[in-house]
């Protein structure tokens, strides 16, 4: 149910978007009366050259209809300027709206299911965005119009009206047609693309890796087998859709001469006027209009109703969590466990299992254990970044999911396994992208032994770092994460093998860090496969198959008086039974 309530509010803010871009559109929709009404314009003047002017030679009814005529097509610019400006305006609000909350669940959605390609995401609310201001909206606020044109053909005849009629009908079925066709082959033209697309992003990331171990032909190979997929279904739908823009063309065209030919019939029989004529032709190519438009632009209509879809559907399935909360009071950094289960994303086998285990505010805790034992797990559930299958992570008695992930955020400091540094100068990174507090930085940064480091940088704080921080070393990396995670007021730091590229120097820092938190009161715990830190921690937890299988002091643990000399690889205990602390 809790779930189902957070869907509803991520969807409220899709909803959200579209209600307060209804008034623009209510406006648009005003405005194309008044541009559709200003169209009869030139077939009324054509009407009265025909079968007024040239029957009187009058140059004063040619000078006066001339100049009223002009008058009203300036009005007809103008009005079609500000049409085109208030949508144009209505995507930026819409964009504005919801861009930055679609991001912001894309995010988190990454970080649920990482093999998903939320990274369309913003493409996606482009589309919407790029649909709403072009000429397929338009044309779908001048299709009301058809009708009051072909009426107004069947006023000047009935003959003219159903020439009219019957192209109208004509044309509605090719369009109908179209979407019938390649509406299907075009959402797996556009899946297969969105998929190859990622495929490429998630290889380019790992660059180095494909250049050095020669992986390059073989991932091209396998991107271009689904490259290839999304060319073969979009050339599919383009074939289907050239048949019916063909068969369109050779009506519009048919259609025109169709009612010459009428008209020409009907001006011979006397029963109207050459300038009825002429006027009807113009009319029924005005009527015309909006469904040729809408045919012209309906990949571009598909496109964006596939990334409404697309939109509506990631909302759906992973809640933005933006709702209001009641703050909750600062930290002082208990953490507990109860019967905590937890599964790798896509997985239903946990990797975490029934742990329980409380943390008192100001231990430092380390765990350690075997490869594949769950720490790396533990820790992404302990700062919430998988969910667990079952049981609850508490912060002072509150869940995770009581608090909002930006407060929550302030309270936590994670160095991840696998660091990741991010495009900006060295003090952003460490500020975590926030108002720059220099004091703060400088602080981090020293607490974490980096700040000698960092001065030594081309331009020290202010050095910019590419993208992944490629230019520093492991060891560099590590150390300014380190600042990342103490930057600010931490109660609860959570350190994933904080030393496995730091050298002797930084292993030192990190110890002396580890020992600061300690001092001042911060919950740490420590994920490693190393022993050297177990000497500044005060109890160790031993994972052995996903469960707790030892938690005491470091040398009742570990067997020996210092708790330095035990191989972790010798930890692992068949039994998962939580030993208390004396």
Same mark, same amino acid.
């Given at each position: 149910?809790?779930?189902?309530?957070?869907?509803?509010?991520? %969807?409220?803010?899709? &909803?959200? #978007?579209?209600?307060?871009?209804?008034?623009? @559109?209510?406006?648009?929709?005003?405005?194309?009366?008044?541009?559709?009404?200003?169209?009869?314009?030139?077939?009324?003047?054509?009407?009265?050259?025909?079968?007024?002017? %040239?029957?009187?030679?009058?140059?004063?009814?040619?000078?006066?209809?001339?100049?009223?005529?002009?008058?009203?097509?300036?009005?007809?610019?103008?009005?079609?300027?500000?049409?085109?400006?208030?949508?144009?305006?209505?995507?930026?609000?819409?964009?504005?709206?919801?861009?930055?909350?679609?991001?912001?669940?894309? $995010?988190?959605?990454?970080?649920?299911?990482?093999?998903?390609?939320?990274?369309?995401?913003?493409?996606?609310?482009?589309?919407?965005?790029?649909?709403?201001?072009?000429?397929?909206?338009?044309?779908?606020?001048?299709?009301?119009?058809?009708?009051?044109?072909?009426?107004?053909? $069947?006023?000047?005849?009935?003959?003219?009206?159903?020439?009219?009629? +019957?192209?109208?009908?004509?044309?509605?079925?090719?369009?109908?047609?179209?979407?019938?066709?390649?509406?299907?082959?075009?959402?797996?033209?556009?899946?297969?693309?969105?998929?190859?697309?990622?495929?490429?992003?998630?290889?380019?990331?790992?660059?180095?890796?494909?250049?050095?171990?020669?992986?390059?032909?073989?991932?091209?190979?396998?991107?271009?087998?689904?490259?290839?997929?999304?060319?073969?279904?979009?050339?599919?739908?383009?074939?289907?859709?050239?048949?019916?823009?063909?068969?369109?063309?050779?009506?519009?065209?048919?259609?025109?001469?169709?009612?010459?030919?009428?008209?020409?019939?009907?001006?011979?029989?006397?029963?109207?006027?050459?300038?009825?004529?002429?006027?009807?032709?113009?009319? @029924?190519?005005?009527?015309?209009?909006?469904?040729?438009?809408?045919?012209?632009?309906?990949?571009?209509?598909?496109?964006?109703?596939?990334?409404?879809?697309?939109?509506?559907?990631?909302?759906? &399935?992973?809640?933005?969590?933006?709702?209001?909360?009641?703050?909750?009071?600062?930290?002082?950094?208990?953490?507990?466990?109860?019967?905590?289960?937890?599964?790798?994303?896509?997985?239903?086998?946990?990797?975490?299992?029934?742990?329980?285990?409380?943390?008192?505010?100001?231990?430092?805790?380390?765990?350690?254990?075997?490869?594949?034992?769950?720490?790396?797990?533990?820790?992404?559930?302990?700062?919430?970044?998988?969910?667990?299958?079952?049981?609850?992570?508490?912060?002072?008695?509150?869940?995770?999911?009581?608090?909002?992930?930006?407060?929550?955020?302030?309270?936590?400091?994670?160095?991840?396994?696998?660091?990741?540094?991010?495009?900006?100068?060295?003090?952003?990174?460490?500020?975590?992208?926030?108002?720059?507090?220099?004091?703060?930085?400088?602080?981090?940064?020293? &607490?974490?032994?980096?700040?000698?480091?960092?001065?030594?940088?081309?331009?020290?704080?202010?050095?910019?770092?590419?993208?992944?921080?490629?230019?520093?070393?492991?060891?560099?990396?590590?150390?300014?994460? %380190?600042?990342?995670?103490?930057?600010?007021?931490?109660?609860?730091?959570?350190?994933?093998?904080?030393?496995?590229?730091?050298?002797?120097?930084?292993?030192?820092?990190?110890?002396? #860090?580890?020992?600061?938190?300690?001092?001042?009161?911060?919950?740490?715990?420590?994920?490693?496969?190393?022993?050297?830190?177990?000497?500044?921690?005060?109890?160790?937890? +031993?994972?052995?198959?996903?469960?707790?299988?030892?938690?005491?002091?470091?040398?009742?643990?570990?067997?020996?008086?210092?708790?330095?000399?035990?191989?972790?690889?010798?930890?692992? &205990?068949?039994?998962?039974?939580?030993?208390?602390?004396?």
């Amino acid at each position: 149910m809790k779930r189902k309530d957070a869907a509803d509010n991520s %969807l409220k803010m899709l &909803t959200n #978007a579209m209600r307060q871009c209804r008034g623009n @559109m209510i406006a648009v929709i005003v405005f194309s009366f008044f541009v559709n009404l200003l169209v009869f314009v030139g077939p009324l003047y054509m009407l009265q050259i025909y079968d007024r002017v %040239l029957a009187s030679r009058s140059e004063v009814t040619l000078i006066v209809l001339t100049g009223l005529a002009i008058g009203l097509l300036m009005v007809f610019a103008m009005l079609e300027i500000v049409r085109s400006r208030i949508l144009v305006r209505t995507g930026v609000m819409f964009d504005e709206l919801l861009a930055d909350n679609v991001l912001y669940t894309a $995010f988190r959605g990454h970080v649920r299911q990482p093999g998903h390609a939320y990274s369309q995401a913003p493409r996606d609310v482009d589309s919407i965005r790029e649909f709403m201001t072009g000429a397929g909206l338009i044309a779908f606020c001048d299709a009301p119009w058809v009708p009051v044109f072909i009426t107004v053909c $069947f006023l000047m005849h009935f003959w003219l009206g159903m020439v009219a009629l +019957v192209g109208a009908i004509i044309i509605f079925i090719l369009a109908v047609s179209n979407e019938l066709m390649t509406r299907s082959i075009l959402s797996q033209a556009s899946g297969a693309s969105v998929a190859a697309n990622q495929y490429v992003v998630s290889s380019l990331r790992n660059a180095e890796t494909v250049h050095v171990l020669g992986m390059s032909k073989a991932l091209i190979g396998r991107w271009n087998a689904l490259h290839l997929d999304a060319l073969g279904l979009q050339a599919k739908a383009s074939d289907r859709a050239g048949v019916i823009m063909g068969s369109f063309k050779a009506v519009r065209m048919s259609l025109q001469v169709a009612i010459l030919g009428v008209g020409a019939y009907l001006v011979i029989q006397g029963e109207v006027s050459a300038g009825i004529m002429i006027a009807a032709s113009i009319i @029924m190519g005005r009527a015309l209009a909006p469904v040729e438009a809408a045919v012209g632009q309906w990949k571009q209509f598909v496109n964006a109703r596939s990334a409404y879809g697309r939109i509506k559907q990631l909302l759906e &399935t992973v809640p933005s969590d933006n709702e209001e909360r009641m703050p909750l009071p600062k930290p002082k950094g208990e953490l507990t466990l109860e019967r905590l289960f937890v599964a790798p994303p896509g997985s239903n086998a946990p990797t975490i299992k029934n742990i329980n285990l409380k943390i008192e505010a100001g231990e430092v805790v380390a765990v350690v254990g075997a490869s594949g034992a769950g720490k790396t797990t533990l820790a992404r559930a302990i700062v919430g970044v998988w969910l667990p299958v079952s049981g609850s992570v508490r912060i002072d008695g509150a869940e995770l999911s009581q608090w909002h992930p930006e407060d929550l955020g302030n309270h936590l400091g994670y160095l991840p396994q696998e660091v990741e540094l991010f495009n900006g100068t060295v003090a952003e990174n460490i500020a975590r992208f926030g108002d720059v507090d220099p004091d703060a930085v400088i602080h981090a940064s020293a &607490t974490a032994g980096a700040h000698d480091m960092i001065l030594k940088l081309p331009d020290g704080y202010e050095t910019k770092l590419g993208d992944g921080g490629r230019s520093l070393s492991g060891g560099q990396r590590q150390r300014i994460a %380190l600042a990342r995670a103490l930057y600010g007021d931490p109660r609860l730091i959570v350190l994933d093998e904080p030393n496995s590229s730091l050298d002797q120097e930084g292993e030192k820092a990190l110890a002396d #860090a580890i020992l600061w938190a300690k001092r001042e009161n911060r919950t740490v715990i420590i994920i490693s496969h190393r022993t050297s830190l177990l000497s500044v921690v005060d109890k160790v937890a +031993v994972l052995a198959d996903g469960a707790v299988a030892k938690f005491d002091r470091p040398e009742v643990v570990l067997g020996s008086r210092t708790g330095q000399a035990a191989n972790v690889s010798q930890l692992r &205990t068949p039994q998962a039974k939580v030993i208390s602390a004396s």
